[in-house]
């Protein structure tokens, strides 16, 4: 079955650097997106990727967050300057994006530890 | 921003009763899903009811959609100590036919 792959699965880095998480979407999946849950809490949305561009992002992702489709099959969320508060399980997903019924299939997720 | 609300946020059973989580939310939606976390992993999609379903079932799992009062229930049958998991509801909202909206969870632990 066709599946959502991300690495690292768990990153520690010092606060201030940069970090970049890497996904590989289903290879006939449109719509990208990168979702973040903080130990024990909600599943929360930062930006969704259509056509090689943003098409939907949250308050969360501000000027510290990009995201790049490099080539056909790598998308990636890079954070410039990590924060303590950016420590969390981030999560790529895919979908079609034909049915309009727009279900997701997830990755693993990538920890990512601020120290 | 809106959000679907699960209650309740841990349900903890014996092996073999059913297990019955509920979700709540604000806008007129286009379907609600279901999806399953275990510990530490990613999200796993369960079941999809539309918005002019009322219920729907696959295998141990029955779904329903209440559309007047904004809520869905998840109800799984005999269950499994493998059945322990969070699950999140998420809605698709008619005015964003993109973007999901995700409910806190429901932390369920089956007891062998």
């Known amino acids: 079955e066709p599946e959502v792959t991300q690495t690292p699965s768990h990153q520690v880095t010092q606060m201030g650097q940069e970090v970049i998480l890497r996904c590989v979407p289903i290879s006939n999946h449109l719509y990208f997106y990168w979702y973040r849950q903080i130990l024990g809490q909600k599943v929360e949305f930062l930006v969704s990727f259509y056509n090689n561009e943003i098409s939907e992002k949250s308050e969360i992702f501000d000027d510290q967050f990009s995201v790049e489709r490099p080539d056909g099959s790598n998308f990636t969320l890079k954070i410039r300057s990590t924060k303590l508060e950016d420590s969390a399980m981030y999560f790529c997903?895919?979908?079609?994006?034909?049915?309009?019924?727009?279900?997701?299939?997830f990755g693993a997720g990538s920890r990512l530890t601020v120290l | 921003s809106q959000q679907g609300e699960e209650d309740p946020q841990a349900l903890s059973i014996q092996e073999g009763e059913n297990a019955t989580m509920n979700c709540s939310y604000k806008?007129?939606?286009?379907?609600l899903q279901w999806y399953r976390q275990n510990s530490g992993r990613g999200l796993v999609h369960l079941i999809l009811?539309?918005?002019n379903e009322r219920e729907k079932h696959s295998g141990r799992l029955r779904v329903t959609l209440d559309t007047s009062k904004k809520s869905s229930s998840l109800l799984i049958t005999a269950s499994r100590a493998a059945d322990t998991a969070s699950y999140f509801c998420a809605t698709l909202r008619v005015s964003n036919n993109r973007k999901l909206i995700w409910g806190l969870g429901t932390s369920l632990a089956v007891n062998p």
């Open positions: 806008t007129s939606i286009n379907n």
């Open positions: 009811i539309r918005s």
């Open positions: 997903a895919s979908s079609e994006g034909t049915s309009g019924a727009n279900v997701l299939t």
